[in-house]
């Protein structure tokens, strides 16, 4: 085998990294890459030893060396993202070349393959740091958790950040009415009931309905239907992907799924009315959610009765405060969505939450 060889697959959108440089003369590996980076979307590079052209070596995002080839790229320029690819479990001596040529990864097929292909997958997406995903959670019904989603993801996406709204409470109502939006066209939950393994990003973003500059997941109008938790996980995951910020309007009990959703989300917001049976329900619903969320806050609405306010109600709820609510009126045909008056009180409070929310992820 000599030269190069570009693998002649799926397209790839364009704008989107290259696929990954395998390099090997194994023909029965070399199959088995070209049929995982063709299931991944991905268009390889293909040489039998280190690339002598300028540049290839160090550019590709991700290289995998089959095992038969370490050899012959033990001087080629270290660097990350390469992968040694080998069949044999019981050889110990693949540990032995995967450090000699820098290898962050040793695979070994076909155990690796789903792996390999997630891997694969993110180079052609061009992976970036993960979405800062926010669960908004009421601590009790009215508490206005639903609004304040919408709030949020409405302020995010007019600062210019993707924005993906992720509707996880099947009996809310849908979050594209309150936006406005029932009638656009696009993906809803029940589309996605059946997904399993790796979604992509790229396709979930385009699928979904856009509504006042970002993305929804919601409920369509039909019976409600049952999504697996590696459903939920899965598409969560792909939205993730995309960077930016997700938004997730939480229902108040913890089943499988909203356990999926909560394990992957950074922060928790949970919108308690400051009076004392709500503070009471809510912190049962706050003793439920952080067993699996790590990072829950509190936000306080008004009116304020019985002597409380924002800093006693989060001192009674034992969470840290994350601020005070501000109440808006939005028509209601969703044409202003909440958070859609860039001036207002509850857009203001949004914006600072973001601020703060950022540089505490290192935005």
């Known amino acids: 085998m000599a030269g190069a060889i570009t693998y002649d ?3 790839v959108a ?22 995982l980076c063709a299931a991944a979307g991905a268009r390889p590079e293909v040489h039998p030893a280190a690339p002598q052209r300028r540049g290839s070596w160090e550019a590709a995002p991700l290289v995998l060396v089959g095992d038969d080839a370490a050899r012959r790229v033990r001087s080629a320029t270290r660097r990350g993202g390469v992968v040694l690819v080998g069949r044999d479990q019981d050889d110990p001596g693949v540990w032995r070349r995967a450090v000699e040529i820098g290898a962050d990864h040793v695979l070994l097929l076909p155990e690796g393959e789903q792996w390999l ?11 970036r740091r993960p979405a800062l995903t926010v669960g908004v959670i009421g601590g009790r019904g009215g508490a206005g958790a639903s609004t304040l989603a919408c709030a949020l993801a409405v302020t995010s996406a007019r600062e210019g950040r993707r924005t993906l709204l992720v509707d996880a409470d099947p009996l809310g109502g849908g979050l594209d009415v309150l936006l406005g939006g029932e009638s656009t066209e696009g993906l809803r939950w029940p589309a996605f009931a059946a997904s399993r393994g790796r979604v992509g990003g790229g396709a979930l973003e385009e699928s979904l309905p856009e509504l006042h500059a970002l993305r929804v997941l919601s409920w369509d ?12 996980r899965a598409v969560l995951a792909a939205g993730r992907r995309r ?9 108040r009990r913890v089943d499988e799924g909203v356990a999926e959703v909560l394990a992957q989300v950074d922060l928790g917001v949970m919108v308690v009315t400051a009076e004392l049976r709500a503070v009471a329900a809510a ?3 706050a003793s ?29 709820m034992g969470l840290p405060l994350v601020g005070e609510v501000p109440s808006e009126t939005t028509p209601a045909d969703g044409s202003v969505p909440p958070g859609g008056a860039a001036r207002a009180p509850l857009a203001r ?7 703060r929310a950022f540089d505490g992820a290192g935005e």
């Open 14 to 35: 364009e704008g989107r990294r290259t696929g990954p440089l395998i390099v090997t003369e194994d023909a029965e590996l070399l199959d088995d890459l070209l049929r």
């Open 117 to 127: 292909i997630d891997r694969i997958a993110d180079v052609v997406e061009g992976v």
């Open 288 to 316: 439920a959610v952080g067993m699996v969320l790590g990072d829950l806050r509190v936000a306080v609405r008004g009116p304020f009765v019985h002597g409380l306010d924002a800093r006693e109600v989060a001192h009674l």
């Open 283 to 285: 912190r049962r619903v």
């Open 349 to 355: 409070f949004c914006s600072a939450f973001w601020g």
């Open 221 to 232: 109008r039909g019976d409600t239907v049952a999504i697996p938790p590696q459903a939920v």
């Open 243 to 251: 960077g930016g910020a997700v938004v997730v309007d939480l229902p």
């Open 9 to 11: 697959g799926p397209s």
